[in-house]
């Protein structure tokens, strides 16, 4: 996901939001889900995502198609990559 995250900007810098977005919904997660997922991560500075943030959210959504329920709440070792 790191990886990904950096091909995706320019080795590291932030990723916009329109840019993470399209990412994200290449999960194939429903919209509602989503949704519900990018909720769980705390958000930093307003219009872009940090490779924290989306290393994730990205997690998260694998776990979700893979079958796993959304937590109500952030787990303490997915806090930690924030």
Known sequence: LRSMYRKKTE???????????KEF??????????R???????R???GIVTEGQFIVVMFLLKK???GAKLPSALPAQLK???
């Open 36 to 42: 519900r997922v990018i909720r769980l991560v705390p």
């Open 64 to 66: 979700v198609m893979g």
């Open 25 to 34: 919904k290449r999960s194939g997660v429903d919209e509602q889900e989503l």
């Open 80 to 82: 930690k990559i924030l």
């Open 11 to 21: 080795d590291g810098e932030a990723m916009p939001n329109a840019v993470a977005m």
């Open 44 to 46: 930093g500075q307003k």
